[in-house]
C-alpha cells in the first residue's frame, strides 16, 4: 500500500502525551548543569544517590501518601501486572482502582503504578536492605521523573522531574531539619534564583493533631462556615479537614484565616521541636516565613513542614516542598523509633526560575570547527578532531565536504569559537590556519601546535 492511499490513522504523525515533553538542546544543558549543580551541593553535605524504581506495588503509594489524597485517590497512573481483562465497561480492561477492586482473587504485588513521589520509595528501599542496622543516619539524595495524571499547565506537568533528599535515622534533631532547609538555601543561590519565600510550619504529632483536627472539623461544621465552602472543601471537613487549611479558592480565603492555628495547640514536645527549628535556621542565618496554613498534600508528614515558593513562577508557585515524617518506617512495616525528613523540589520549576532571573548561561559552544577541503586533508581532520576531543573540547567535523564559505556560516551559526581550516596548501606545508570567530583573526600554526594552541584557548 502507498503511503497515500493508506488511512489516515496510520499516517497520523505522533505527538508526545498531554502533559508529557521533550526536552531538547540547548534547553538540556540548563537541566544538566542544574542536575550537577544539585548533585555537587548535595554530595557537599555528605548524601549519597539512590535509585529507585518508576514503578512499585500500588499499596505502597497507598499505605505511605495515603488512600484519601489526590495525589493517591486521582492522579496515579495504575495498572494490573500481570494484565488481565477486567469485565466492566467498555474497554477490555479497565485499570481504575475502583474497578480493579472487583477483582477478588487480586493480589497486593499484582497492582502496580507508576511513582508520583519518591519518598515512599526510599522508606521502602532503606526497610528492604535493612539500612537501619548501619550507624548513623542514612542521607540520601535522587533525581528522576514522577507521574501523576494532573490538569497540565505552565509549570505543571504529567511526567515531571524532583530531585529529592531524605534523612532517615533515629535523631529527630530539628538540627536535621534545619539543615535540610539550608541546603536548599545555597542550591538557590548556587542557581541565583534571589526571588522566594521560605515558608514552613509545624503540623504537630499523633498526641496533638488529632486534638486539633477535631476542633477544626467542628468549626468547620458550623453551618454559616460550611455553606460558604466549596464542594471539594466540603467533602474534606470529613475526610481530611487539615486539606480546607490549604485551599486555594479566593472564596475561602477569608473563611481560611479566622480558622484556629495548628501553631496555637501543638504538644509541648512538638512546640519546643518548633522552636527549636527556628532557632536554628536563625543560627544558620536562613530567613523564613512561618505559615500557619502550610499543612501538605501527603499523608505522612508530622511537625516539620515546609514549602519554597517563588513569585516568578506565576500560578504554580511551589518550587519545593518537603516535612518531617517520623512514623512512615514503622507504617511500611520496618523497625520502630527511625525518624525521618526530607524534601523534593520540581525540577521543570527549578529550571523556568533560573531563566527568569537571566543569570546563568549554560549552553555549551562548539570551540572548534573544523572545515577540511579536499580527500587530502580529511585525515588529518579526523585525526585532531579525535585528539581536541580527547582534550575535553567541544568539536565539530563536518561528514562531508563543505565548501569554504559555508563552511564558515556554519560554524558562526553554532556559535563556534575557532574555525580550523585544513585545505590543500595546509596539507603540504603542515601549517594550519586557524580564525577566530569573534574578532576575524586568522593565524597559521604548526600541525603540531594545534594541541597546546587550544590547550591556551
Ligand atoms: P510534593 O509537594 O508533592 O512533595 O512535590 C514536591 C515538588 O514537586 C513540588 O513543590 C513541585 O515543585 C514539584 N511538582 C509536584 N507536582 C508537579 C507537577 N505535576 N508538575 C511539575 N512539578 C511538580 C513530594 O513529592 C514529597 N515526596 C516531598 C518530600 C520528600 N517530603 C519528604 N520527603
Known amino acids: 500500500m502507498s ?19 521533550d526536552i531538547l538542546p540547548p534547553d538540556s544543558a540548563l537541566w544538566n548543569w542544574f542536575e550537577k ?7 557537599s553535605y555528605n548524601f549519597g544517590e539512590i535509585r529507585t524504581p518508576i514503578f512499585e506495588e500500588t499499596e505502597l503509594f497507598a499505605r505511605a501518601v495515603g488512600n484519601e489524597t489526590e495525589v493517591v485517590s486521582k492522579e496515579m497512573y495504575t495498572f494490573l501486572d500481570p494484565p488481565r481483562d477486567l469485565d466492566v465497561g467498555p474497554f477490555p480492561r479497565q485499570t481504575t482502582l475502583e474497578s480493579m477492586g472487583q477483582l477478588s482473587d487480586l493480589l497486593p504485588r499484582d497492582r502496580v503504578s507508576l511513582r508520583p513521589e519518591a519518598t515512599a520509595s526510599v522508606v521502602r528501599a532503606y526497610i528492604e536492605h535493612g539500612m537501619h542496622t548501619r550507624p548513623g543516619d542514612r542521607k540520601l539524595y535522587y533525581i528522576g521523573p514522577m507521574f501523576r495524571r494532573e490538569r497540565p499547565q505552565k509549570g505543571r506537568y504529567r511526567q515531571f522531574y524532583q530531585i529529592g533528599a531524605e534523612v532517615l535515622g533515629t535523631s529527630d534533631a530539628p538540627a536535621i531539619d534545619a539543615e535540610l532547609i539550608e541546603m536548599l538555601t545555597v542550591l538557590l543561590e548556587r542557581c541565583q534564583i534571589e526571588k522566594y519565600t521560605l515558608l514552613i510550619n509545624s ?14 472539623r467542628a468549626k468547620l461544621r458550623e453551618p454559616e462556615i460550611f455553606s460558604k465552602l466549596g464542594a471539594d472543601s466540603q467533602r474534606r471537613v470529613e475526610t481530611n479537614p487539615l486539606r480546607v487549611m490549604d485551599s486555594k479558592l479566593p ?16 504538644c509541648a514536645d512538638c512546640k519546643a521541636h518548633y522552636e527549636k527549628l527556628k532557632k536554628e535556621l536563625a543560627l544558620r542565618e536562613v530567613p523564613f516565613t512561618e505559615s500557619p496554613r502550610l499543612v501538605r ?9 515546609f514549602e519554597i515558593t517563588s513569585p516568578i513562577l506565576g500560578a504554580q508557585n511551589a518550587l519545593c516542598g518537603g516535612g518531617r515524617y517520623d512514623g512512615l518506617v514503622e507504617m511500611l512495616g ?10 523534593a523540589l520540581g525540577e521543570d520549576r527549578f529550571i523556568d526560575a533560573i531563566v527568569e ?40 567535523l563536518p561528514p ?11 560554524a558562526d551559526k553554532m556559535g563556534a569559537r575557532y574555525v580550523l581550516i585544513i585545505g590543500d596548501d595546509e596539507i603540504a606545508s603542515k601549517q594550519l590556519t586557524v580564525k577566530r570567530l569573534a574578532n576575524g583573526v586568522q593565524e597559521r600554526i604548526s600541525e603540531d601546535a594545534v594541541v597546546d594552541y587550544f590547550r591556551r584557548g
Not at 562531508?400 to 556554519?410: G, M, Q, Y
Open 203 to 216: 503540623i504537630g504529632c499523633s498526641a496533638c493533631r488529632p486534638t486539633y483536627v477535631e476542633l477544626l
Open 400 to 410: 562531508e565536504e563543505v565548501k569554504f564559505r559555508k563552511a564558515l556560516e556554519r
Open 251 to 266: 472564596e475561602e480565603q477569608a473563611i481560611i484565616e479566622k480558622l484556629p492555628k495548628i501553631s496555637e495547640h501543638l
Open 297 to 305: 498534600g501527603l499523608d505522612y508528614y508530622m511537625r516539620t513542614t
Open 3 to 21: 503511503e497515500a492511499t493508506k488511512p489516515e490513522s496510520e499516517r497520523r504523525q505522533f505527538k508526545a502525551i498531554k502533559g508529557t515533553r
Open 357 to 396: 532571573a537571566k543569570k546563568i548561561n549554560a549552553t555549551r559552544a562548539v570551540d572548534v570547527f573544523i572545515a577540511w577541503m579536499g580527500e587530502r586533508a580529511y585525515p588529518t581532520a579526523v585525526r585532531l578532531a579525535h585528539v581536541l576531543r580527547g582534550e575535553k573540547h567541544a568539536v565539530e
Open 37 to 43: 549543580t544539585a548533585r555537587g551541593v548535595m554530595e
Open 334 to 343: 520496618g523497625p520502630k523509633g527511625i525518624k525521618g525528613i526530607g524534601f
